[in-house]
């Protein structure tokens, strides 16, 4: 193996492992957020606006806040508030739910591909 080969394959390996970093790792930041209630229309949100925001679901209110660090539920009527604990979403594909009041939060990219066919 020359010096030039080992040069293409270091080159080769670089490539690839910048490809899966930026198209499918953890730098995916979200653009938009889908709250979906039960048997309503989703609502999109803006997260790049800090809000609070009043859910009604099933059992009761769930308040979720939009901040620079992502979305998060803060209160629900939930007896166990899994919702409350799991903390952050962040990224673009992150999706949290409060089953018992039928409330969820799915992260969106305006972008993304997932393949390319011709």
């Known amino acids: 193996m020359t010096l030039a080969d080992r040069i293409i394959v270091i080159l080769a390996v670089s490539l690839v492992v910048w490809l899966y970093i ?3 790792g953890g730098g995916r930041t979200a653009d938009y957020a889908l709250i979906l209630v039960a048997q309503k229309a989703p609502k999109q949100v803006n ?5 609070l925001i009043s ?3 099933r059992l009761g209110e769930s308040v979720i806040e939009v ?3 992502g979305i998060r539920f803060i209160t629900a009527p939930c007896r166990n508030q899994y ?3 799991a903390g952050w979403l962040t990224k ?8 018992p009041n039928q ?4 992260l969106h990219r305006t972008v993304e591909f997932d393949g390319i066919a011709y």
Do not use: K, N, R, T
């Open 67 to 69: 901040s620079e660090e």
């Open 55 to 57: 859910i009604q679901g």
């Open 47 to 51: 997260l790049q606006i800090p809000q």
């Open 22 to 24: 930026h198209y499918w």
């Open 103 to 106: 409330v969820s939060i799915a």
């Open 83 to 85: 919702c409350i604990h």
């Open 92 to 99: 673009g594909g992150d999706f949290m739910a409060c089953i």
